[in-house]
């Protein structure tokens, strides 16, 4: 068996009999829809991409770096795709949307077949489940973890260390999201030390999947993401360090592996235990022309594009995006349709049994805001420099974004890092509010 990395969570594993695809999703030519670029740039061209032509592919879940339409179209829409069992599928149902016709949701503790020998198993991450999945997948009788984004969970981990016995474990060494970044409400040294918090935050979290997993090989991965326009240039709060920092980490606490790192195109071989080439432990600083040109690119929400030809943007014509635009003129006061939105928001909220009386804010670049509480069904039009609760939170983005947020065009979790940004008070973390606005839909 070999495995041949791409970039960020996409990778190729080719058995014997089988080969099978994770989470494509390339940036060509430095251009993006969603805001979202990998990291270090890749210089893949379609043809590349397309002529992989693998027997399945695995979709993690919905984030825009993991299931991405551009790459996706490249493929056969009759190549077998499998995703794991969410209550509410996103994954599953957008999959069909871009005209797969073989789309498989594994049951969890089901094995799924691929030939007689060859199998997987496909979970739910125990924490964000309706987001997460991760892998477990025998092949050529080695038996793999793909963890991709999964938050770590110790008693889930500790399962699959008892159930399974990993020979090779991908694993994520950094975990980016809105935070300390993008959050308004904390200035540049409280970032600073909040964003190296964060990095060895997350080298610890790769410390505990690697002592509750037991895996005779780590592949440290999922790291390979930036974001464009103004967003680029503030990778210092990221949290996001490098591979050989987490690996370091995790040795100086003593623990035992064999790591296997690799470049962008690179492959390993599981039988000669070989790399194709040398590894290359690259920076944000290391890419600073790449960070600099994609800092000056703008998102298909963006205003900006209705005063200027955005050709320049795109070189390539079939690159060109669909804007989804709402100048200003048509912009409307949104009170009924948010009232509508929290109501079956409420229904998600009973389902999950959250209980709160957490007040969050709309911001689409009004002269108000838009207030509403967890505890009841209000939307009230609230000026930000009126505002007189205590504990909130509020969400920034392009009016035309939320709109889309709105009808279901595009989901929270998607576009949350890429093209949001955040004002809480006190600064304190709700996970709650954040998985309820996927569902502030009408």
């Known amino acids: ?120 198993y496909l979970y739910k991450a125990e924490i964000n489940p309706e987001v997460d999945s991760l892998g477990i997948f025998k092949i050529d009788n080695i038996t793999l973890l793909n963890a991709n984004d999964v938050v770590y969970s110790k008693n889930q981990m500790d399962e699959i260390g008892k159930k399974f016995k990993i020979d090779f474990a991908m694993i994520p060494y950094a975990y980016q999201g809105p935070y300390p970044a993008f959050y308004e409400n904390i200035n540049f040294e409280e970032k600073t030390k909040k964003a190296n918090e964060k990095k060895l935050k997350n080298y610890e979290q790769m410390f505990n999947f690697i002592n509750s997993t037991k895996p005779k090989k780590v592949f440290p991965f999922a790291a390979g993401c930036v974001y464009g326009g103004s967003k680029a240039l503030q990778y210092q709060f990221y949290g996001v360090g490098t591979v050989m920092e987490a690996i370091d980490y995790c040795k100086n606490k003593n ?20 790399i194709s080439e040398k590894f290359n432990n690259i920076s944000h600083e290391n890419q600073n022309d790449y960070l600099r ?118 989901n929270y979790s998607n576009v949350k890092t890429g093209l949001m940004s955040f004002y809480r008070k006190p600064d304190i973390f709700d996970p709650e509010i954040h998985t309820l606005m996927s569902y502030l839909q009408v």
């Open 1 to 120: 068996m070999k495995i041949k990395y791409y970039t960020n969570s996409m990778a190729l594993m080719k058995g014997n009999n089988i080969s099978i695809l994770f989470d494509p999703w390339i940036t060509f030519n430095r251009s993006s829809l969603n805001n979202l670029y990998n990291f270090p740039e890749t210089k893949f061209t379609k043809e590349q991409i397309s002529s992989i032509n693998p027997d399945y592919i695995y979709i993690s879940h919905t984030h825009a770096d993991h299931f991405d339409k551009t790459t996706l179209e490249l493929f056969d829409k009759n190549t077998p795709v499998i995703c794991a069992a969410y209550e509410n599928n996103f994954t599953e149902r957008n999959l069909k949307s871009l005209g797969f016709q073989n789309v498989f949701v594994c049951e969890p503790d089901k094995p799924f077949k691929f030939n007689e020998s060859d199998y997987c």
């Open 255 to 274: 623990q035992i592996f064999q790591e296997i790192l690799l470049n962008s195109n690179a492959e390993y071989d599981f039988e000669t235990e070989k």
């Open 293 to 410: 040109d994609i800092s000056k690119h703008k998102s298909i929400f963006d205003e900006r594009f209705l005063d200027e030809k955005y050709e320049k943007y795109f070189p390539h014509s079939d690159e060109m995006p669909e804007l989804f635009l709402i100048g200003k003129s048509y912009q409307v006061n949104l009170s009924r349709l948010l009232k509508k939105a929290r109501f079956n928001q409420i229904k998600w909220q009973k389902k999950m049994n959250i209980i709160s009386d957490k007040t969050f804010f709309i911001d689409v670049g009004h002269d108000h805001l838009y207030r509403m509480n967890l505890s009841d069904d209000t939307v009230q039009l609230v000026r930000e420099n009126e505002i007189k609760d205590e504990n909130y939170e509020i969400f920034r983005c392009s009016y035309s974004l939320f709109i889309g947020l709105l009808t279901g065009h595009f």
